[in-house]
């Protein structure tokens, strides 16, 4: 065993210990659709006397954690998100209208002397309803709620008087309240001018009247009062924490709101951990079955895989997603990529007769797919950074689990799996059965593809003449029936109830719009899921859950609420649109550094090609676009533009080793020996997608379908789009002679000794 496997099988043991250790002692952070709870998503806006800048947002976000505590929420989270929108995590909170009222209140306390009525106001007057409708005209504001110290809400059984607030306030507030209630108490009693008015947010709570104890001038200077009115209990103890809490310094929007119920998120995490079970056992079974024993011990290393993925995000404290866990999931089949193209390159080393024995050609195939290895991941690793960049909410989780997923791939393949098969080369009987090893024979596609060797590329303007028929079924797709934006890019509210038994569309509308919400679009997933889109408020939310109740056997659970500012739907909408485009111009750029600009743009028409089918699929089919479809959309950019690239690597190479031959033969000849790993990668992604596919909910499903249909579109891409397109562009545009000409140069080969060098 030579000394660099030690090292590798060194290292893969450390890693893989200190992962199993993390994944025994820590837990995951999950997030809120994945345990259940509210996000919501602030935005501060300019007031007369303040700018919402990132200095006021800061001190909002302090006002509103203190508000959050008081209502006991447990471990909630605020982050400030760009200078002015606040990011609340509210977990196991499922009924989001009392946090949002709270929330969403600037608590503008303020006290002020009551004035006889005028037909004029003054500056710095106004005139307000008080708590019996009356109006009455107030004057200037004598104190503002900023001087509170505390507020402490209190039920009065002696005096009768029920709950009421009591306040205390700071020294010089105290002076202030003295003061005020001094210039109330010169005025006799029953009259409306020794009434104090108590305002919150424009709205006179109480206007009491200063007890005829107190004196002129002198009034109440013990710092202390109390507000008082017809409150429950409840709305004594909201009042008193805006009070306590203290006004916000500017005034906050509600930009976007998601809710889910625990039962969904259980339902989520169930169906995920089914669906990698099931792939990752296919997918294993897959390669061993192709690759014999190496195959085999490529599966050990993606169980290794697993267990150093999941290690890694709860040791980085990722906040897992329902797409990130739909990464993870997917993550598992790419991660045998850089398996099978190390395999398959070792079987053309082996057969070819390069390299005498199996551990030469397993070193060999390894070392010459690095190249495409490197390229391919880094493709993806650009996608997951954009998805990261420009994604929003869960989206970004996604990201980051793709990343995390494409790091400890490459990890295990080519340190785990390559120690491995390093070590099993070395065994006799291995070395001696080519059927045990697994690269010792060609494979079945190789060999069909060897015995009739197919010219491919004879006409490829034909097969750009396919694609093209392909993408304009898609736009017709995408005009005729048009694409359904989701919530989250069109603004609006997703209300999702599961009922006890079922209920068909039709009754479920007559409910809604006898509710009064005949204008919200109403489908329904086997009678018992029904989803409701509109124009809704909370109260509206709690009367299509009603009336949905009457229906489905007295019960309808809301497990999912979306609410989405018509601003931040376009916002969103507009950064999409931006993530596709940047997402291009980066892949674009990115392989023009690589490779030839042909060959850069023939990818990246590809890879258009790819996302313009997937979405017309998706118009044709009526599936809702959203946050996830972009994100398995940048998903698979990525993926088209891996399997692009492992070819355009193939031609490259072949022609660095050709002797002038014309590129339309390398191509076709890179095509064919590229083709099983293409094959064989797509597979293992196709196992795990169709798991998710069939046991996952709406999102996870859709999701998947799109990956599905883009790997399929991709994978066929990338060989009869994007290689024509290149060899159209390499015949308008060829490359320089000397260029040219050190590509055809042959590579120099080593000289068998029994050869003298005398030809004949």
């Not at 193939?650 to 002038?660: A, D, F, H, M, V």
């Amino acid at each position: 065993m030579t000394r660099t496997t030690v090292v590798r099988a060194v290292l893969a043991a450390l890693v893989l210990l200190a992962s199993v250790v993390i994944a025994l002692t820590q837990s995951p952070r999950l997030g809120l659709d994945l345990q259940g709870g509210t996000r919501m998503v602030l935005q501060a806006r300019d007031s007369a006397s303040a700018e919402a800048d990132a200095d006021t947002t800061d001190r909002t976000i302090e006002v509103l954690r203190h508000r959050i505590d008081a209502l006991g929420v447990s471990e909630p989270t605020l982050t400030r998100s760009g200078e002015n929108r606040i990011v609340v995590e509210l977990p196991d909170v499922q009924d989001p209208r009392k946090a949002s009222e709270v929330l969403g209140r600037t608590a503008q306390l303020s006290f002020h002397a009551v004035e006889e009525p005028a037909p004029e106001r003054g500056e710095g007057q106004r005139v307000l309803p008080d708590e019996q409708g009356r109006p009455v005209r107030l004057g200037a504001a004598g104190l503002s709620g900023a001087g509170v110290e505390d507020a402490v809400a209190a039920f009065d059984a002696q005096q009768g008087t029920g709950w009421h607030v009591a306040l205390d306030f700071h020294r010089d507030a105290a002076r202030d309240w003295a003061r005020l209630t001094g210039q109330a108490a010169c005025h006799p009693v029953q009259d409306d001018r020794r009434r104090v008015a108590i305002v919150l947010d424009d709205k006179v709570i109480s206007s009491p009247q200063v007890d005829p104890s107190v004196g002129c001038r002198s009034g109440i200077a013990s710092g202390s009062t109390r507000i008082t009115g017809a409150f429950g209990a409840t709305e004594a103890k909201e009042l008193a924490l805006l009070v306590k809490g203290g006004a916000l310094p500017v005034p906050v929007d509600t930009m976007e709101q998601r809710t889910v119920g625990p039962t969904l998120g259980a339902e989520a995490i169930s169906a995920g951990a089914r669906a990698a079970a099931i792939g990752a056992a296919l997918t294993a079974l897959f390669i061993t079955f192709v690759y014999r024993l190496f195959g085999a011990l490529a599966a050990v290393a993606l169980a290794a895989y697993g267990v150093i993925s999941y290690a890694a995000l709860v040791a980085l404290g990722v906040t897992l997603t329902l797409p990130g866990l739909a990464g993870f999931v997917l993550a598992i089949g790419m991660a045998v990529d850089a398996n099978v193209l190390a395999f398959e390159r070792a079987r053309e080393e082996y057969a070819n007769g390069a390299r005498r024995s199996l551990r030469g050609a397993v070193t060999a195939g390894f070392r010459n797919a690095w190249s495409a290895v490197a390229d391919s991941n880094a493709t993806t690793l650009l996608a997951a950074g954009l998805l990261f960049l420009l994604g929003s909410g869960p989206v970004k989780g996604f990201g980051i689990t793709l990343a995390i997923g494409v790091v400890v791939s490459m990890f295990s393949a080519l340190v785990i799996a390559r120690a491995l098969t390093d070590v099993a080369a070395r065994i006799r009987f291995v070395s001696d059965y080519r059927d045990v090893n697994g690269v010792g024979r060609p494979g079945r596609v190789r060999t069909f593809l060897i015995r009739r060797r197919p010219r491919l590329f004879r006409a490829p303007r034909r097969w750009l003449a396919v694609s093209a028929a392909l993408v304009a079924v898609a736009v017709l797709g995408i005009v005729v029936r048009g694409v359904n934006l989701g919530v989250e890019f069109t603004g609006g509210r997703l209300v999702e109830y599961a009922t006890a038994r079922p209920v068909d569309v039709g009754t479920a509308r007559d409910a809604i719009a006898d509710a009064g919400f005949a204008e919200a679009e109403v489908t329904t997933a086997d009678g018992r899921d029904i989803s409701v889109r509109g124009d809704i408020d909370h109260d509206g939310v709690v009367a299509i859950g009603g009336a949905l109740a009457e229906h489905g056997g007295g019960e309808a659970t809301k497990v999912r609420d979306e609410l989405i500012g018509p601003s931040l739907g376009d916002e969103l909408r507009r950064n999409a649109l931006i993530a596709l485009a940047v997402a291009v111009a980066a892949q674009l750029v990115y392989l023009a550094a690589r490779f030839r600009w042909t060959f850069a743009v023939g990818c990246v028409g590809a890879l258009v090609h790819d996302v313009i089918i997937v979405i017309g699929a998706f118009a044709w089919l009526g599936r809702p676009v959203d946050g996830i479809f972009l994100a398995a959309l940048l998903t698979v950019i990525g993926y088209s533009v891996n399997d692009s690239v492992v070819v355009f690597d193939r031609i490259r190479e072949l022609r660095r080793k050709g002797r002038g031959a014309a590129l339309p033969t390398l191509a076709n000849t890179a095509v064919l020996q590229t083709v099983p790993r293409t094959v064989n990668t797509g597979m293992g992604a196709l196992f795990i997608l169709g798991a998710l596919a069939v046991l996952g909910r709406d999102s996870l499903g859709g999701f998947a379908l799109a990956l599905l249909i883009g790997i399929c579109v991709g994978t066929y891409s990338s060989v009869l789009t994007a290689v024509p397109a290149a060899l159209v562009l390499e015949g308008r545009w060829a490359a320089p002679a000397a260029a040219a000409d050190r590509r055809s140069r042959p590579a120099s080969r080593r000289r068998d000794p029994s050869d003298n060098g005398a030809r004949v």
